[in-house]
C-alpha cells in the first residue's frame, strides 16, 4: 500500500485547504483511514478518522466544527477539508491507513499504533 497525500500549502489565518490523500492497492475501502499532523518540536497528533464505509467520523477537539473528513472509495482517495484555518493548524498533515480491515469490526482509531501504512506528508502553513 503507498499513500500520497497533497494539497498543502502556505495560507492566511481564516483561510481554506482540501487536502486528497491516494492510496494504491484494491483492499482502500476495507480500511479506516485517518489524518494526522506535526507540527515542529510537537508529537505527532491525531486530527480526524473515516470508517471504511464513510458513514462514521471522529475528529480531534481542536478541529472540530472546522475540518471535514470525507473518503471516495471509487477513487482510492480520502480527503481532510480544513476551513477557519488558524496559525495553530500549521503543521505537516500525514494520512494514515488502520490496520484493521472492517471485517475485525475493530471501529475507528485515534491513536496512531492502530495504523500501519503512512503517506509521506504534506506542509500545511497559516500565517496570522
Known amino acids: 500500500v503507498q499513500l500520497q497525500a497533497s494539497g498543502g500549502g502556505l495560507v492566511q489565518a481564516g483561510d481554506s485547504l482540501r487536502l486528497s490523500c491516494a492510496a494504491s492497492g484494491r483492499t482502500f475501502s476495507s480500511y479506516a483511514m485517518g489524518w494526522f499532523r506535526q507540527a515542529p518540536g510537537k508529537e505527532r497528533e491525531f486530527v480526524a478518522v473515516?470508517?471504511?464505509?464513510?458513514?462514521?467520523?471522529y475528529y480531534a477537539e481542536s478541529v472540530k466544527g472546522r475540518f471535514t473528513i470525507s473518503r471516495d472509495n471509487a477513487k482510492n482517495t480520502v480527503y481532510l477539508q480544513m476551513n477557519s484555518l488558524k496559525p495553530e493548524d500549521t503543521a505537516v498533515y500525514y494520512c494514515?491507513?488502520?490496520?484493521?480491515?472492517?471485517?475485525?469490526?475493530?471501529?475507528?482509531?485515534?491513536?496512531?499504533?492502530?495504523?500501519?501504512?503512512w503517506g509521506q506528508g504534506t506542509q500545511v502553513t497559516v500565517s496570522s
Open positions: 494514515a491507513k488502520d490496520r484493521s480491515p472492517r471485517h475485525y469490526n475493530r471501529g475507528i482509531h485515534s491513536r496512531a499504533p492502530e495504523y500501519d501504512y
Open positions: 473515516i470508517s471504511w464505509s464513510g458513514s462514521t467520523t
